[in-house]
Antibody, heavy 122, light 107 residues
Framework: EVQLVESGGGLIMPGGSLRLSCVAS????????MSWVRQAPGEGLEWVGR??????????EYAAPVKGRFTISRDDSKNTLYLQMDSLKTEDTAVYYC?????????????WGRGTLVTVSS | DIQMTQSPSSLSASVGDRVTITCRAS??????LNWYQQKPGKAPQLLIY???NVQSGVPSRFSGSGSGTDFTLTISSLQPEDFANYYC?????????FGGGTKVEIK
């Protein structure tokens, strides 16, 4: 079955760190660009970042609110995407979704995981 | 950053109605416009990519049009399972940005 399954969310204090994981199955993960998108409670969607494949240089783009605090990485041997979140703020509270990112010739967020909730609160 | 503005933010419609949602970009994004549907408590799902390409498995009552800065998502005959939130998203430039969403409710 083609799917993405996120894990690692939870309650964390401001200033803390958390690492999210996303395990992919049913497709060739190493050939797939990947992205993270988040959604604060009751709010809209916000793109967090995107990683290319290693074959395409592994370049990573980040949204301004998380740049310098969040790090996206991938382990193709484990079919897993990660989101390391440091210096967390209350405004980082959201459901975090892992997605595939289709590119060339069409660019879109194709497959989405169910999401994992991160709550930053004291 | 490219700003995406959706309208209306919410609408009430009846089963069988034709529904139109618009999305405007702050600058030209050519055809790099995608639409997603999100039902309560669920992850978003891709409906339409690159303005008018309907994702596999999506009913044909969904269609998209537009180019440049103005885009439209149309549901030709609203069905009970279509009551949800809809988001547009541009993929011309990073950061990827989304519209604020349109909530389609039952009248």
């Amino acid at each position: 079955e083609v799917q993405l399954v996120e894990s690692g969310g939870g309650l964390i204090m401001p200033g803390g760190s958390l690492r999210l994981s996303c395990v992919a199955s049913g497709f060739t993960f190493s050939n797939t660009y990947m992205s993270w998108v988040r959604q604060a409670p009751g709010e809209g969607l916000e793109w967090v970042g995107r990683t290319r494949t290693k074959a395409d240089g592994g370049t990573i783009e980040y949204a301004a609110p998380v740049k310098g605090r969040f790090t996206i990485s991938r382990d193709d041997s484990k079919n897993t995407l990660y989101l390391q979140m440091d210096s967390l703020k209350t405004e980082d509270t959201a459901v975090y979704y892992c997605t595939t990112y289709s590119h060339s010739p069409y660019y879109y967020l194709g497959l989405w995981g169910r999401g994992t909730l991160v709550t930053v609160s004291s | 950053d490219i700003q995406m503005t959706q309208s209306p933010s919410s609408l009430s419609a009846s089963v069988g109605d034709r529904v139109t949602i618009t999305c405007r970009a702050s600058q030209s994004i050519r055809s790099y416009l995608n639409w997603y549907q999100q039902k309560p408590g669920k992850a978003p799902q891709l409906l339409i990519y690159s303005t008018f390409n309907v994702q596999s498995g999506v009913p044909s009552r969904f269609s998209g049009s537009g180019s440049g800065t103005d885009f439209t998502l149309t549901i030709s005959s609203l069905q009970p399972e279509d009551f949800a939130n809809y988001y547009c998203q541009q993929s011309k430039d990073f950061p990827l940005t989304f519209g604020g969403g349109t909530k389609v409710e039952i009248k």
